[in-house]
């Protein structure tokens, strides 16, 4: 990535503040951009006929709630479903 999708400017590939590895930052509109995989697996914890769901402890969003869905990076080479156990034990 050279340019920021959002504003047209340059990105520099850098490690954020908070993060461990390098992400595509834009320092004109302050933006990080993520390089996520395209497949996406959730589950949605049920306890006492109730939705559980998490608040992010971590950015983007930190703070806000989200469903329970596991992360995998686009180096994981694990099956999908692993990340899914990982997140609810």
Do not use: Q
């Not at 990105?11 to 908070?18: C, D, E, F, Q």
């Not at 995989?37 to 306890?47: D, Y």
């Not at 992010?56 to 156990?85: H, K, M, Q, V, Y």
């Amino acid at each position: 990535m050279k340019f920021c999708p959002n504003c047209g400017a340059s990105v520099t590939l850098k490690v954020p503040a908070g993060d461990s590895l390098p992400r595509h930052v834009c320092e004109a509109c302050s933006t990080i951009h993520y390089a996520n995989p395209k497949m996406v697996i959730g589950c949605i914890p049920e306890w006492e006929s109730r939705i559980l769901l998490c608040k992010r402890a971590i950015e983007p969003r930190r703070g806000s709630a989200s469903s329970n869905d596991p992360w995998t990076r686009s180096s994981s080479t694990f099956p999908l479903f692993a990340g899914w156990f990982r997140s609810i034990r």
